[in-house]
């Protein structure tokens, strides 16, 4: 991570100058803990409240919705724990690994779906921060707010890898402490209704309804989960990372969504940003609003490698360049920021839309690329030949191609959204099980592939990945 001062001596030595490329051993740095820093930080913030108000909005009691927020998170945080484990070993982006499946130019779909989602997800936060300002002031106008907020996103951006992974581990602290005042000032200020402590068994459609709005809350992160592992030695324990970013994952974001849950059943007419103001004052608006800043930075660094992988299928970027960084992130950050000044006044209000639709694309990859990783290769891939369309993967996988196909196929019956209601979803009393189904069709069609035809594995290329990741650095490259 760190810049070779005999390359660039003018560029301070925590200034990130990789990007896309293999993380050489030399530039790895980190443990396991870290990331359960990381990933806590990453989930106590004022989205994760506005997605606990939801699971009250759409008819659940409280009691219902701390289930349901329980069981869509450990269902999201264990496949996003999987797909970073990927990090360490591979030592490059998520989506850079779904080459792996898909091939060289079969892979190019993710990345502009990947970047969208990016855009999308800081286009909401953007909103989410502005108008929790907008409840402590009105001084400012929503797109003036929006504007603001993005600057020290873009700052932090800048130095990259490890200064996100810095600003994280201080949002685990000082918003993780805000939050449990918060909740506190929230039991003193009032009990709430008997109904909403009471336990009635929810409809099947309303429970999977809140179960799959949270578990794709986690899995948006899957695509881009390893960009933020990558840098740790490739000998890190497996175990222990799994854990690591579960654990963070979990408890942040349930106990998070549970104080969104409670306000929004104790203040139901006042809305997540009015009950958070009625209740604990502004300084709790503050805080909230400021909680996003790393959220939207680590969208738009996650976002600038899908820029870069998608040229990269045409033209090889050098591997070590601030500038080749830096001009995609600012410009997915200024994407976001238009969306958010363009859309803020429905944007937050179709947050429930957005996740859904995000589940229909994200389900089959993520069945094909935990698959592949953990069932079909065991972690050996010939990681040269992700940046080369005749490598070992080819330009296209057609098995990854008709296996992501095949699950994409799966969802259509038993989708239940507002714009859409499969055929299969009214006999389940509108109960949405794509996500589902889509998971295990896109999973075991793949496997079958690979069985019907086993020489999708490169055994003599995929064998030089332990040479590859054990190469000593060049000399002038500086410790992270």
Not at 295 to 319: C, D, E, H, P, V
Request: charged share 10%; glycine share 10%; hydrophobic share 55%.
């Amino acid at each position: 991570m760190a810049v070779s001062a005999a390359r660039n001596p003018q560029l301070p030595r925590y200034v990130e100058n990789r990007h896309i490329d293999h993380i050489p051993a030399g530039a790895r740095h980190g443990k396991p803990w870290h990331q359960f820093a990381f990933w806590f930080g990453s989930n106590v913030n004022v989205f994760n409240v506005v997605v606990g108000a939801v699971t009250v909005s759409i008819g659940l009691t409280f009691s219902q919705s701390l289930i349901v927020i329980a069981v869509g998170t450990l269902i999201g945080a264990l496949l996003i724990a999987l797909h970073a484990t990927q990090g360490p070993r591979l030592g490059v982006p998520q989506t850079i690994q779904s080459r792996g499946q898909f091939g060289f130019y079969g892979s190019a779909f993710m990345f502009p779906a990947v970047l969208l989602i990016n855009v999308g997800y800081i286009a909401t936060e953007l909103v989410i921060q502005a108008q929790a300002m907008a409840g402590v002031t009105s001084v400012l106008t929503v797109p003036q707010w929006i504007v603001i907020f993005a600057v020290p996103s873009v700052v932090i951006g800048i130095f990259g890898y490890r200064w996100i992974h810095r600003l994280m581990q201080a949002s685990a602290v000082v918003i993780g402490v805000a939050l449990v005042i918060m909740f506190v000032q929230g039991l003193r200020y009032g009990a709430l209704p008997a109904r909403e402590t009471a336990w009635a068994r929810p409809t099947s459609a309303l429970f999977l309804a809140g179960v799959a709005l949270l578990v794709i809350n986690m899995l948006a992160w899957g695509p881009f989960v390893s960009d933020y592992t990558r840098y740790l030695p490739a000998t890190t324990s497996g175990r222990r990372l799994f854990w690591g970013i579960f654990a963070g994952n979990v408890l942040a974001t349930f106990f998070t969504c549970a104080v969104g849950a409670y306000l929004a059943a104790l203040l139901p007419a006042l809305g997540p940003f009015g009950a958070v103001g009625k209740v604990s004052g502004s300084w709790a608006l503050v805080i909230l609003a400021v909680s996003l800043t790393g959220a939207n930075t680590f969208n738009a660094y996650s976002g600038t490698f899908q820029i870069l992988a998608f040229g990269g299928m045409w033209r090889r970027f050098k591997a070590e360049s601030v500038t080749v960084r830096l001009v995609p992130f600012v410009c997915v950050m200024a994407a976001g920021v238009v969306t958010a000044c363009l859309g803020y006044r429905s944007l937050v209000t179709n947050l429930t839309n957005f996740l859904e639709v995000l589940l229909v694309i994200l389900i089959p990859w993520s069945a094909l690329n935990l698959a592949d990783y953990f069932l079909v290769r065991r972690g050996r891939y010939h990681v040269a030949s992700f940046f080369t369309a005749d490598g070992a993967y080819g330009r296209f996988a057609w098995r990854g191609l008709l296996a992501y196909t095949v699950g994409l196929a799966a969802e259509w019956p038993f989708m239940s959204q507002p714009e859409y209601t499969g055929p299969l979803a009214g006999t389940l009393g509108g109960a949405d099980i794509s996500w589902l189904a889509g998971w295990f069709a896109a999973a075991m069609a793949y496997l079958l592939l690979v069985a019907l035809a086993p020489g999708i594995v490169r055994h003599d290329l995929a064998d030089n990945y332990d040479r590859l990741v054990a190469r000593p650095d060049p000399p002038a490259v500086a410790p992270a």
